[in-house]
């Protein structure tokens, strides 16, 4: 991705952070989760605004643009909407980890390639100093249920003999469970509401993909 290319042309001084964050709302999902899907949920839970995600990527040695953060948070029928690419996710994620937890010095982590629904899992889980009973909490806030040894396997490395993929059912309650923590929502709530009020390439919001 050319991540110049698509530099923000206006101020952006008149969207408030609120407004923000209520369009990017994350919508009802029963289709298979992508990056996108992962990051728009991310920046919601964590009430980030558009200069919080530019900065997070930094701290992991990524420049991006405003442009490039709107054209991944648009939904994927929008004529303007990119796919945000596993290597690209796995930088955020790792920046996540930096902000959270404080960024080590010297050379930063390199970001996978191929990211996995496992791999995000554990980064999340290191970014918010988790334990394995978090974790299981939060699925259940989310309304499912995982036991232990379920999570245990998540958590080997693949080859092992109790390796176990997690789907995306497992990962998708385990962040409408960071929702509900974070942001204090239901999740029938949240995942009814409205979704329209994402904006698209021929929204006003549209300036800022250009």
Known sequence: MNFEAKDAQESVSDRSTATIVDLYRPPQQTSAMTNNDVLRRIRYIFDFNDAKMIAI?????????????????????????????????????????????????????EPEHHLTNNIVLMKLKIALNLQSEDIIAMVTLGGFRLSAPELSSFMRRPGHRNYREC????????????????RGEQVESAETAESTKTPTANSPYAKWIK
């Open 57 to 109: 990527f930094a701290l992991a040695d990524l420049q991006v643009k405003r442009g490039d953060i709107i054209a991944w948070l648009l939904k994927d029928d929008d004529p303007a909407y990119e796919d945000c690419n596993g290597r690209t996710l796995a930088t955020f994620l790792n920046g996540l980890i930096s902000e959270k937890r404080g960024k080590r010095p010297g050379p930063q982590p």
């Open 167 to 182: 789907k995306d059912q497992v990962l998708r309650y385990f962040l409408k469970g960071l929702q509900v923590k974070y």
